[in-house]
């Protein structure tokens, strides 16, 4: 048994996982033998099996039960794979945001991360303390789990992400910048909510300006008014966000007043 990813470019004749109705992901190649135990399973179906999976053959030269097994096996990869995606999920998401589930419109978009993160817009999501941005931000996550794809992600306030990028003797600050604006998703939480210095502006900057060059898809929140962006991020920041980000604004009162008991 091979564990092999067949990259789409690679899904030659023979491997049409499309055709058969199988999300993409990551999949472990059935054991053919296994055939011979499956309803109709016979030796020559098995070895036609085998010929379908080194692509040899095409889905049309097998016989609808060998499509059957093939199907039914490659479901089973990809519901694990999405089960693991979930668990993965859900062992990173701070325990008071576990319960965010995500809307329509933060399925679309990372439906588009993970089929497009090119060309997806980033998010900005908007709105005074306590309407739900963190929420909104973790629902989006989840539901980037929820593709059964293995994209990574880092989330940090942007105060922790300060403290972990302040440069300290002995740690290369650097490596960890470059190690945290590679990822495939970057949450950074409540941008603008400490007035930044000059130091904390540039690394703003250098992290927002890099996630745009490199095409890679963010998800920013802030509870600084559309209006106030400029004066309280810089004008470098807030037209980088501007243009790279579709925004998102949450409205209503503080959630966290009505939680007060
Ligand atoms: N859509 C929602 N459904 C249920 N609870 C929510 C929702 N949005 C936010 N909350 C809860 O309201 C509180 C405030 O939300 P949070 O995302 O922390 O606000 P913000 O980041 O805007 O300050 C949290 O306890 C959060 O779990
Ligand atoms: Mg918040």
Redesign the pocket.
């Known amino acids: 048994m091979s564990d092999q990813w067949i990259p789409p470019s690679q899904q030659r004749r023979g491997l049409d996982l499309a055709a058969l109705g199988i999300p993409p992901g990551r999949y472990i190649h059935p054991d053919v033998s296994e055939f011979l135990d499956f309803p109709g399973g016979d030796r020559e179906g098995a070895a036609r099996i085998d010929s379908y999976l080194h692509r040899e053959i095409g889905l049309d030269d097998l016989q609808p039960t060998e499509v059957d097994f093939i199907r039914q096996h490659f479901l089973k990869c990809a519901e694990e794979q999405l089960q693991k995606c979930i668990a993965h999920f859900e062992t990173k998401v701070p325990r008071?945001?576990s319960?965010?589930r995500p809307n329509a419109i933060a399925t679309a978009w990372a439906q588009s991360v993970v089929t497009n993160p090119d060309e997806t817009r980033s998010l900005l999501v908007v709105?005074?303390?306590?309407?739900?941005?963190?929420?909104?931000a973790y629902s989006v996550l989840r539901a980037i789990a929820e593709t059964g794809r293995s994209t990574g992600w880092v989330a940090y306030t942007a105060a922790d992400l300060y403290a972990q990028l302040r440069p300290r003797a002995g740690r290369d600050s650097e490596a960890t910048f470059e190690a945290i604006v590679g990822t495939d998703v970057l949450f950074v939480?409540?941008l603008g909510a400490a007035k930044l210095t000059e130091w904390t502006e540039e690394v703003t900057y250098r992290l927002i300006n890099n996630r745009y060059e490199q095409c890679r898809p963010s998800i920013f929140?802030s509870?600084v008014p559309p209006t106030q962006l400029r004066d309280v991020l810089g004008e470098r920041i807030a037209s980088r966000l501007t243009e790279m980000c579709e925004r998102v604004a949450?409205k209503g009162d503080d959630?966290?007043k009505g939680?007060a008991a």
């Open positions: 008071r945001y319960t965010a709105g005074p303390t306590g309407t739900g941005k963190t929420h909104y939480d409540d929140t509870n949450l959630r966290r939680m």
